[in-house]
C-alpha cells in the first residue's frame, strides 16, 4: 500500500487497517451528503435542530494506485485500483474519483484490496474486480471473489472463489490478472497465484473454473526462505492479453496470450480460443513479465519485465516487442539490462492507440534520484526521457508538476540535486495513455495519481504540465484521531506512509506535519483543559530522528524532543502510545524498546515511570490531571502523581464527573 519516497512498508502494515477518507461531521451545506444526524441550539426560547452532514477530510490519494483501467470502447470511462483502499470509477465532469466499494463491511474488509479491474468494451456498464487482500490466512480470514456490477459500479453481486488473491502482497502492480475476452464478453479469464493457475467464466463472471489444461502455474516465489510469510507466494499466473482481430463480435477471441511468473517460461500462446496452449518459440527468459500490451493494428506484442515481483525493489529488466506474424523477437530496451547503466527493472507499459508505434514505459522502482518514464514515437527502435541527468547533478525535464492538490507530496524535504522534491514517482506500476486522446495520460505512483493533457508536447520539445490527479481518491491508513474543543483546527489525524495532518478545512488537503516529520503517527494526544497543547509520535523520515513532537499553539507549530527514554526503537502501542495530562503539563509516553516515561518539560527530559511493564497503552484523566491510566496484558493500572508511578487495580475507577470543556 504506501509509499513514501523513503522505504516505508506500509504493505506489512496489519491487515484490517482503517483505510478511505476520513468521514466527519459538518455544518450543513458543506457536502451533498445527506442529512444523518443533528445538533441541537436554543434561539428564542425554541430549540432548533441543526443538521449534520458526513463528507470527508480531504487528504487526495495517499497509497499505492496498483492500476488504471481504460474502457477500449466509450472515451471517459475509466477506472483506478488500490492495494487496501479499494477500487474508483472516474466521474469526467468533476474530474473526481468515485468510490465503488465502501459499502465492503468489516467482516470481508479484505475485499478492499483490489488486485485486478476489469471494464467491458462490447457493454461499457460492466465492470468487473477481483478483490482479497491477502494470501495470509492469518491476515485476511475471507477468500477472495469477483464483484461484478451491470452498473458501473453502482450496485455489486458477489462471486466467491476458491482462494485468495493478494491485493497488497508482492507482486500487486502487475497485470491486469482479470481480462474479458473482446469479442464475446461472457468469457473472463483470471490468472491466479498460490499455484491455483488459469480460470475462467462463460456465464458474465457468475461463475469460474479452473483451464485444466493450462501447462503452467508459475513457480517464482519473492522470497523462497519464507514459505509461510508476505513474501513466500508463488506469483502464479499473470496476465492474459487477446488478439482481438482473432474473433468476430460474438465469437470468441481465438488467439491470446499468458504470461507466467517463471523465469524460465514467461509466455504461452492458445490458438484455439483457450482450448490448447504452447509455449511461445524463441522467447526471452530470466526476467518476470509485469506488463504485456497488444498492438492491434501492427500485430506486435510488447512485454515490460523485471527481476523481482515489486513493487519496492527491482534492479534489472528488460522491453521487449514480439511480432507475432512471424515470432520475431526484439529487445527495445531503453537502457537493455545488459548495460551497466540499468539499475532498474521496467513495469508500467503503454501504447497510444491513436498512433500505435507511441510506446511508453517506466522503470519498476528507482528510489534514487527518481524513476524514469520513457518515451518513444518508432515502436521501440529510440527513446526520450522525461529527465535527463547533468554533468553537474542538474537534471533537465521534460516537465512540471503542479501539487497544489496535495501539497504533502514533498514529505517536507529540500533535498540536493540530482533529487528534487515532488519526486516523478516511485512503483509507477500503471502508466496508462488514454486510448481516445493521445495527450492526455496517467500514472500511478505509490502516493498519487499524476497526469497531463499535452502528453505529445514532449515530442516537440515542449514542457508535459502534470497535475495531481487523485481528487476524491482517499487510500490511506487512517491510525489515529482527535477533536481539540478549540483552536482552527478541527480534527488532527495520525496515518500510515504520509504521517498525518492538521485538518483546517477538510475541502482542501493539507500539508503534513514538519518539525519532526513522520511517516506513520499511531498516537496523538491534546490536553482536555489546555487544548491547544498537542502531542504526537510516530516513525521519523529521513533527516529526521526523533519520535516525539509537542505543539502548544494548536499545530501551527511543532518542536521535537529533546531527549527521548533510552532504546526507544519506535513511537509504541498504536492509538494508545502517548498521552498528556489534563492541564498540558506532564506527558507519558510507552515507547517501544524503553520503559514507559514521564517528562514535565514537554519532551526535554524522561524519567521513567515505576510499576509499569513496557509496552502498556497510557491514557490521561481528562478532569484530573494527576490522574493516568495503562493498561497491558489484562491488567489495569492507575497513577495519581501525574504519570511517576503506577499501581496495578483490580477493577477501573469510576469515570469522574465531567466538567464543562473550554471553549
Not at 485486478?116 to 482479497?132: F, H, K, M, Q
Not at 502487475?174 to 461472457?186: M, T
Not at 524498546?593 to 524522561?606: E, F, K, N, R
Amino acid at each position: 500500500m504506501t509509499h513514501a519516497p523513503h522505504l516505508s512498508r506500509r504493505g506489512l502494515l496489519a491487515a484490517g487497517a482503517a483505510t478511505a477518507a476520513l468521514p466527519l461531521l459538518a455544518p450543513s451545506g458543506a457536502s451533498a451528503a445527506p442529512v444523518t444526524s443533528a445538533t441541537s441550539a436554543r434561539v428564542a426560547g425554541k430549540v432548533r435542530h441543526r443538521p449534520y452532514t458526513f463528507r470527508n477530510a480531504e487528504i487526495v490519494g495517499g497509497g499505492f494506485v496498483t492500476g488504471i483501467i481504460f474502457n477500449q470502447n466509450e472515451p471517459g470511462l475509466v477506472y483506478a485500483r488500490t492495494d487496501i483502499g479499494g477500487a474508483y470509477r472516474l466521474d469526467t465532469a468533476s474530474r473526481r474519483w468515485i468510490p465503488l466499494t465502501d459499502w465492503i463491511g468489516w467482516d470481508e474488509y479484505g475485499h478492499t484490496g483490489i488486485i485486478s479491474i476489469a471494464t467491458d468494451e462490447v457493454d461499457p456498464d460492466r465492470v468487473y474486480l477481483a478483490a482479497g487482500t491477502y494470501t495470509l490466512p492469518d491476515w485476511d480470514p475471507s477468500m477472495a471473489a469477483i464483484l461484478r456490477s451491470t452498473d458501473r459500479g453502482r450496485t455489486w453481486k458477489t462471486t466467491p472463489l476458491p482462494f485468495r488473491l493478494g491485493g497488497n502482497m508482492p507482486g500487486r502492480g502487475i497485470g491486469e490478472r482479470l481480462v474479458i475476452d473482446p469479442n464475446r464478453n461472457r468469457i473472463l479469464y483470471l490468472g491466479v497465484r498460490g499455484g491455483h493457475g488459469l480460470w475462467r467464466s462463460t456465464d458474465h463472471g457468475k461463475t469460474f473454473a479452473k483451464v485444466a489444461d493450462f501447462p503452467n502455474v508459475g513457480n517464482f516465489v519473492p522470497d523462497p526462505t519464507d514459505p509461510d510469510g508476505y513474501n513466500g507466494d508463488n506469483l502464479g499466473v499473470l496476465q492474459v492479453v487477446f488478439d482481438k482481430r482473432t474473433g468476430r463480435a460474438g465469437k470468441a477471441t481465438r488467439t491470446l496470450y499468458v504470461t507466467v511468473a517463471d523465469k524460465d517460461n514467461i509466455l504461452y500462446r492458445s490458438t484455439d480460443a483457450g482450448a490448447t496452449w504452447e509455449r511461445v518459440p524463441g522467447q526471452p527468459t530470466g526476467f518476470i513479465p509485469h506488463h504485456a500490451v497488444f498492438d492491434h493494428v501492427g500485430g506486435y506484442l510488447y512485454l515490460a519485465t523485471s527481476d523481482t515481483a515489486g513493487p519496492y525493489d527491482g534492479s534489472n529488466g528488460d522491453v521487449w516487442k514480439l511480432d507475432t506474424a512471424t515470432d520475431t523477437w526484439t529487445r527495445i530496451s531503453p537502457v537493455p539490462a545488459t548495460s551497466d547503466d540499468n539499475k532498474w527493472g521496467y513495469s508500467g507499459l503503454t501504447i497510444d492507440r491513436q498512433n500505435p508505434d507511441t510506446l511508453m514505459v517506466s522503470t519498476q522502482i528507482n528510489w534514487w534520484p527518481d524513476c524514469i518514464l520513457f518515451r518513444s514515437t518508432d515502436g521501440g527502435a529510440s527513446w526520450t526521457r522525461a529527465w535527463d541527468l547533468g554533468p553537474n547533478a542538474e537534471r533537465t525535464l521534460r516537465y512540471d508538476i503542479d501539487i497544489s492538490a496535495a501539497p504533502w507530496l514533498t514529505w517536507n524535504a529540500s533535498p540536493s540535486l540530482p533529487e528534487m522534491a515532488p519526486k516523478l514517482g516511485w512503483m509507477m506500476e500503471s502508466v496508462q495513455i488514454d486510448p481516445f486522446d493521445s495527450d492526455h495520460f496517467m500514472y500511478g505512483t505509490g502516493a498519487t495519481i499524476y497526469g497531463a493533457d499535452n502528453l505529445t508536447d514532449w515530442d516537440s520539445g515542449g514542457t508535459v504540465h502534470m497535475s495531481v490527479r487523485a481528487q476524491g481518491l482517499e487510500e490511506t491508513a487512517v491510525l489515529c484521531l482527535i477533536s481539540p474543543p478549540a483552536g482552527r483546527a478541527h480534527l488532527f489525524s495520525g496515518v500510515g506512509d504520509v504521517g498525518g495532518f492538521r485538518h483546517t478545512d477538510f475541502r482542501k488537503a493539507p500539508k503534513m506535519y514538519d518539525d519532526p516529520t513522520f511517516d506513520n503517527t499511531p498516537a496523538l494526544d491534546y490536553a482536555e483543559l489546555a487544548p491547544h497543547t498537542i502531542v504526537r509520535v510516530g516513525h521519523p523520515t529521513s533527516g529526521w530522528t526523533q519520535h516525539f513532537a509537542v505543539s502548544t499553539d494548536g499545530g501551527d507549530t511543532w518542536k521535537p524532543s529533546g531527549s527521548e527514554p533510552a532504546g526507544v526503537t519506535g513511537p509504541g502501542v498504536e492509538d494508545q502510545a502517548v498521552a498528556i495530562s489534563a492541564d498540558g503539563k506532564r506527558i507519558v509516553w510507552s515507547p517501544a524498546g524503553a520503559p514507559v516515561s514521564w517528562s514535565d518539560d514537554h519532551g526535554a527530559t524522561w524519567t521513567a515511570s515505576k510499576g509499569l511493564p513496557t509496552g502498556v497503552s497510557v491514557r490521561s484523566d481528562r478532569v484530573n490531571p494527576a490522574k493516568f491510566y495503562a493498561y497491558g496484558s489484562g491488567v489495569f493500572y492507575l497513577s495519581t502523581d501525574g504519570g511517576k508511578s503506577f499501581t496495578a487495580t483490580a477493577r477501573p475507577p469510576r469515570r469522574p464527573t465531567a466538567t464543562p470543556r473550554p471553549s
